[in-house]
């Protein structure tokens, strides 16, 4: 058998990360990578290193993600490569997403996008807006979520590109449930997943089977709730992801909780926040504990739940996580039995339409 060269080891990593399979695309880039070194082929080593930041980030390991985009900046730009510097420029503020940087996270991806609009690269730049609507998703800025990702949606869909396509729908999907409207997010995530089914993209289809599960959720259908979660879950299995499985850990804890089952939640929800500390999501760190201060109230013990509110409303304000902070002000006075109108109010100002909340509480 011929040794395989460097172009068909990076046309099959890109054919495995575009299925989920990110592992196995990593270990394929850093072959690639390595035997593009030897050679001094800067071309190639090029595209090795930036498949090297997708596939760390997507496996979860941010920071390395982030280093591995910074060299390939530094080589492209050496060659005048305006596009894949834009590319990596995207990678680098989705991967500050992930650490909840969004703040920095903004400015590398509008600087993609003026890159891309220079060039004329439409399908990056409808990334790029994507990713935008991504990181305003985690600041809090609902609206501005939906808008921008109903932005790079229509340019995909100028396109034709149809995985561009789902994944914007999963975003609006998303942003739509945290607003209130769980019959729109439904509607959203099962399109979504109607097209990763027929590309037989399985982690589009473990998003999307997620995204299903907490509408079934919102909407009191526990039972429908449950199923979407389970194939989620073993689609994430299967596929060897922490990152997007971790949320829907998350999802399955809560739909325990809102059913009673306290004990099996804590288990379950111990283990998306232990995920969440590998790959240093400091959101999904602040919903697990949030879970974590509610169960703990509702086994009777107060003084700790409130003292986990409060440690955990502390880091959401350092890291100006609106949304998340907004949770830990409306779960204390719940748990006080204050007056949780205001609350309600400044809820409205984010763009999230919560419904008369009760204890315990099904966060969108």
């Known amino acids: 058998m011929d040794r395989p060269t460097i172009k068909s080891m990076l046309k099959a990593a890109e054919g495995l990360r575009l299925k989920g399979r990110f592992h196995e695309a990593h270990g394929l880039y850093q072959q690639a990578s390595e035997?593009?070194?030897?050679?001094?082929d800067i071309q190639n080593l090029t595209i090795a290193t930036v498949g090297l930041g997708h596939t760390t980030r997507l496996i979860g390991n941010f920071q390395d993600s982030i280093n591995h985009y910074d060299d390939a900046i530094c080589l492209a730009e050496a060659e005048g490569d305006y596009v894949t510097t834009a590319d990596c420029q995207t990678g680098i503020s989705l991967s500050l997403k992930g650490l909840c940087r969004w703040q920095e996270g903004l400015k590398y991806v509008r600087s993609a996008l003026r890159s891309y609009k220079k060039t004329g690269d439409l399908k990056g730049y409808a990334y790029a807006l994507w990713a935008e609507a991504s990181i305003w998703r985690v600041a809090g800025n609902v609206k501005k979520a939906i808008s921008t990702y109903k932005r790079a949606k229509?340019?995909?869909?100028?396109?034709?590109?149809?995985?561009?396509?789902?994944?914007?729908?999963?975003?609006?999907?998303?942003?739509?449930?945290?607003?209130?409207?769980?019959?729109?997010?439904?509607?959203?995530?099962?399109?979504?997943?109607?097209?990763?089914?027929?590309?037989?993209?399985?982690?589009?289809?473990?998003?999307?089977?997620?995204?299903?599960?907490?509408?079934?959720?919102?909407?009191?259908?526990?039972?429908?709730?449950?199923?979407?979660?389970?194939?989620?879950?073993?689609?994430?299995?299967?596929?060897?992801?922490?990152?997007?499985?971790?949320?829907?850990?998350w999802g399955m804890a809560t739909l325990s909780k809102m059913g009673g089952n306290l004990a099996e939640a804590e288990g379950i929800n111990h283990l998306a926040q232990e995920n969440f500390k590998k790959t240093g999501d400091m959101r999904g760190i602040a919903y697990s504990r949030l879970l974590q201060a509610e169960l703990s109230f509702l086994r009777g013990h107060s003084e700790e739940a409130l003292r986990i509110i409060k440690e955990t409303y502390a880091e959401t304000d350092r890291l100006n996580l609106a949304l998340e902070r907004q949770h830990c002000k409306l779960l204390e006075d719940m748990m006080l039995g204050k007056e949780i109108d205001q609350h309600i109010e400044q809820y409205k100002r984010l763009g999230v339409h919560l419904k008369r909340p009760n204890l315990p509480l099904n966060l969108p």
């Open 154 to 249: 229509a340019l995909f869909e100028e396109m034709g590109f149809t995985l561009g396509i789902a994944y914007c729908l999963c975003g609006i999907g998303g942003s739509t449930r945290i607003a209130g409207d769980y019959e729109g997010s439904l509607i959203y995530y099962t399109a979504a997943n109607a097209i990763f089914s027929g590309l037989k993209d399985k982690f589009g289809m473990a998003y999307s089977y997620c995204g299903i599960g907490n509408a079934y959720r919102m909407l009191g259908k526990d039972i429908e709730a449950e199923s979407h979660f389970k194939q989620a879950e073993r689609l994430y299995k299967e596929i060897g992801d922490i990152v997007s499985y971790s949320y829907t850990l």
């Open 35 to 40: 035997l593009a070194r030897k050679e001094m």
